[in-house]
């Protein structure tokens, strides 16, 4: 062998093994749309932060597959246009695998076509809409409950609380319509009778008329379905009012913790249904892993009124991850496979997945679970 041969064989070799190294160093992407800015940044940004957390424990443990995952979070703007554009972004630019969005119902459901179109599967962390498990898109598995599981969870409840009629103020998309209506049926199937069903923009900072209406329908409780900004000036507005009504929040996106702080003493009284409670880790069927996400939470000094929606960043990306460790491989089609047979012990209690929608094209949707607490003198309390 020529020595100029011997040499090209060398380079050769050294090109390879420099191949190798960099395709084990390569990360597995995984894509996040969130609404980082707009109506429901504070809910978004906390999802965001919980992924993070679940991204470098993974990390610290070895990874997956031997190599290390990386989160490419993309801000949707709470827009559904923008929510279109980043999960495009994140499937064509940066070539990820699978999803984790959207929060919104309204977001998620305009993704979902997209999801189709480049069979990459998404991993719902928080939208509630039925109809975003039902309407046979196979790439969508849902973490969080259904608006009509969480009714379901609700209905014993009407008795208890004495609930004799019930009034509704909803914001006026998916998320908040579909949960009237889910509520609004349990209710009546127990019972209780429907008194005004009022809904308010998704950006509405002023609800004296609804309020205004609501407090003459004379109910004594009052199903408020919003994110945590407004349900904040829902209950200052409903104590200047003077609302006699109880107030009882739905979707679990309403941080209890920052209602205190930022609502004052408006906020004593009200109840409010949540998928996690931070307060109590010992109530949720995982314990350890409840109390290991908030050990990490708090010392990173993150808002403790980020809790109740962080958790759901946690849940989610250790289910994708669990699903690329099954499947073997970080491919689409086969983490969508991967995913049905998934077992994860989830801060929301134990994750697995069941089929819902048209046969042949079902999406996926786990069974969580869902509490009552109660805001009493500045504290959260168990019900």
Same mark, same amino acid.
């Given at each position: ?14 090109? %390879? ?16 749309? &969130? ?47 923008? !929510?279109? !554009? ?25 993704? %979902? ?33 259904? /608006? ?48 005004? %069903? ?42 200047? &009012?003077?609302?006699? !009504? ?23 009284? /009200? ?93 996926? &949707? ?18």
């Amino acid at each position: 062998m020529s020595s100029r041969t011997l040499r090209l064989a060398v380079a050769a070799l050294a090109a %390879m093994l420099v191949a190798a190294s960099a395709t084990a160093q390569d990360t597995i992407k995984i894509g996040v749309t &969130q609404p980082l800015t707009g109506a429901f940044a504070a809910s978004g940004n906390y999802v965001a932060q919980g992924a993070k957390i679940a991204e470098e424990e993974i990390n610290k443990a070895g990874g997956v597959l031997g190599r290390k995952i990386e989160l490419i979070v993309e801000d949707n703007k709470s827009n559904p246009t923008e !929510a279109v !554009a980043t999960a495009e972004k994140l499937i064509v630019k940066d070539k990820v695998p699978v999803l984790m969005g959207a929060w919104s119902s309204t977001l998620t459901l305009a993704i %979902m076509p997209k999801l189709e179109e480049y069979k990459v599967p998404m991993l719902v962390e928080t939208s509630s809409s039925g109809k975003i498990t039902v309407s046979g898109n196979p790439y969508i598995f849902r973490i969080s409950p259904t /608006s009509e599981m969480e009714a379901k969870a609700f209905t014993p409840l009407f008795a208890k609380l004495a609930i004799k009629k019930a009034d509704f103020l909803s914001t006026n998309n998916d998320f908040g319509l579909g949960a009237a209506k889910e509520f609004s049926e349990a209710a009546k199937a127990s019972g209780v009778e429907i008194g005004v %069903m009022e809904t308010m923009d998704p950006k509405a900072t002023d609800f004296s008329a609804q309020l205004a209406k609501i407090k003459a329908s004379g109910g004594d409780t009052l199903f408020v379905t919003t994110a945590v900004e407004q349900i904040t000036l829902i209950l200052k507005q409903a104590r200047e &009012q003077r609302l006699a !009504a109880r107030i009882i929040t739905t979707g679990g996106s309403n941080s209890p913790d920052q209602l205190i702080a930022q609502a004052g003493d408006a906020a004593n009284g /009200s109840l409010h249904l949540v998928f996690f409670t931070p307060w109590f880790p010992e109530a949720v069927k995982n314990p350890d892993v409840a109390k290991r996400f908030l050990a990490i939470w708090n010392d990173k000094k993150l808002p403790v009124g980020g809790l109740t929606e962080g958790f759901r960043g946690w849940d989610g990306i250790h289910v994708i991850t669990e699903a690329i460790r099954a499947a073997g491989k970080a491919e689409p089609e086969a983490i969508r496979q991967a995913l049905w047979n998934v077992k994860v012990k989830g801060i929301n209690g134990d994750i697995a997945f069941i089929k819902q929608g048209p046969s042949g094209s079902e999406s996926a &949707q786990n069974v969580p679970s869902v509490y009552l607490v109660k805001i009493d003198n500045g504290k959260v309390e168990r019900q």
